[in-house]
């Protein structure tokens, strides 16, 4: 095997990309209306850490990571303009 047929990423860096795609896609589908509506978006961190096993600072990494979050504060502003 030459180095150029070595996959690109091993399993867990592939389960670990389609994680935080789907954190992103979840953040971005139901953050903005829960905020709109009165819900703290830690909450709404909480929430998607209970349901992929993570913590709420875990989220919030990914989050911050893929420019999505920088704040609660600041999102709040951000969605409500």
């Given at each position: 095997m030459t180095q150029?047929?070595?996959?690109?990423?091993?399993?867990?860096?592939r389960?670990?990309?389609?994680?935080h795609a789907a954190i992103c896609k979840e953040w971005e589908d139901t953050a903005p209306q829960a905020v709109r509506?009165?819900?703290?978006?830690?909450?709404i961190l909480a929430a998607?850490?209970?349901?992929?096993?993570?913590?709420?600072q875990g989220v919030e990494a990914v989050l911050r990571?893929?420019?999505?979050?920088?704040?609660?504060?600041?999102?709040?502003e951000t969605v409500m303009e």
């Open positions: 150029n047929d070595k996959p690109m990423m091993n399993e867990v860096e389960i670990r990309k389609e994680t509506d009165g819900v703290p978006p830690t909450r998607i850490a209970a349901r992929r096993g993570m913590t709420a990571n893929a420019g999505l979050y920088d704040g609660a504060r600041k999102y709040k």
